[in-house]
């Protein structure tokens, strides 16, 4: 087989057209670091911040120290939430990816405050940490927490959720393994209903919108807009 054959979670272009962009789960911000957060990485960055590789495939359970059902988490903002989750879900080990450093500097101050062994993080890209550093067919399960909603129209584009992401992040679900969605901004709620029960190889496990599962809690965001009548929306599916 040539070496020039399009694999399954790259884009086949057609002939003569400009290519695209490849997907990415994030846009580059700035971000100041705070002087806790500079100290949480250099301490703990070494022992609880995975490096980036593209192979051999990483052995999970020798990261972590035993083998359990895996969620990953794409995008966990300063880590308020994946530090909860991963304290109310001990028998789980958890995968946090996210790009900004000061994010990463204060999870991982959670991770030393709560003791928590089961809780790893990559700095990089959520695209191609799948793609290089997990098995297919792997995950217990996948959050999305608020990712960017791109407001203006000319920018949707640029969201996460979209047919050839979803298409692709459903190959890392393991049978029964689940994927878990939560915006607060109702017209990316709609896209992302319509995507994800556009994909066949997932199961709305609700008839449309899902109740906020026990294990998510409530971001200080969330509480602030409840205050103010603002929804948040769940999405549960489940890889068939």
């Given at each position: 087989m040539s070496d020039q054959t399009p694999q399954p979670d790259q884009q086949v272009q057609p002939a003569g057209s400009a290519p695209r962009a490849p997907i990415k789960s994030f846009v580059k911000r700035a971000g100041r670091m705070g002087s806790g957060q500079q100290r949480a990485l250099e301490a703990l960055g070494p022992r609880y911040v995975v490096p980036f590789t593209q192979g051999p495939q990483t052995d999970w359970a020798a990261i972590f120290g035993r083998a359990a059902p895996t969620v990953l988490e794409i995008g966990f903002g300063m880590g308020g939430a994946t530090a909860a989750i991963a304290a109310a879900r001990p028998d789980t080990n958890f995968i946090g990816v996210e790009v900004h450093e000061p994010g990463v500097g204060a999870l991982l101050k959670l991770i030393d405050e709560g003791s928590l062994q089961n809780l790893r993080i990559v700095q990089h890209d959520a695209v191609e940490v799948l793609r290089h550093m997990v098995a297919l067919r792997s995950l217990a399960g996948v959050h999305i927490y608020f990712p960017d909603p791109?407001?203006?129209?000319?920018?949707?584009?640029?969201?996460?959720?979209?047919?050839?992401?979803?298409?692709?992040?459903?190959?890392?679900?393991?049978?029964?393994?689940?994927?878990?969605?939560?915006?607060?901004?109702?017209?990316?709620?709609?896209?992302m209903l319509e995507v994800l029960s556009a994909e066949p190889q997932l199961h709305n496990t609700n008839e449309g919108y899902a109740p906020r599962p026990e294990w998510r809690p409530l971001t200080k965001f969330e509480h602030r807009g409840m205050k103010l009548g603002h929804g948040v929306w769940d999405l549960l599916f489940t890889a068939r």
């Amino acid at each position: 087989m040539s070496d020039q054959t399009p694999q399954p979670d790259q884009q086949v272009q057609p002939a003569g057209s400009a290519p695209r962009a490849p997907i990415k789960s994030f846009v580059k911000r700035a971000g100041r670091m705070g002087s806790g957060q500079q100290r949480a990485l250099e301490a703990l960055g070494p022992r609880y911040v995975v490096p980036f590789t593209q192979g051999p495939q990483t052995d999970w359970a020798a990261i972590f120290g035993r083998a359990a059902p895996t969620v990953l988490e794409i995008g966990f903002g300063m880590g308020g939430a994946t530090a909860a989750i991963a304290a109310a879900r001990p028998d789980t080990n958890f995968i946090g990816v996210e790009v900004h450093e000061p994010g990463v500097g204060a999870l991982l101050k959670l991770i030393d405050e709560g003791s928590l062994q089961n809780l790893r993080i990559v700095q990089h890209d959520a695209v191609e940490v799948l793609r290089h550093m997990v098995a297919l067919r792997s995950l217990a399960g996948v959050h999305i927490y608020f990712p960017d909603p791109w407001h203006k129209k000319r920018h949707h584009k640029r969201r996460l959720i979209q047919p050839g992401f979803v298409s692709q992040l459903v190959r890392y679900l393991a049978p029964g393994g689940y994927l878990h969605c939560a915006t607060d901004w109702e017209p990316y709620a709609q896209q992302m209903l319509e995507v994800l029960s556009a994909e066949p190889q997932l199961h709305n496990t609700n008839e449309g919108y899902a109740p906020r599962p026990e294990w998510r809690p409530l971001t200080k965001f969330e509480h602030r807009g409840m205050k103010l009548g603002h929804g948040v929306w769940d999405l549960l599916f489940t890889a068939r």
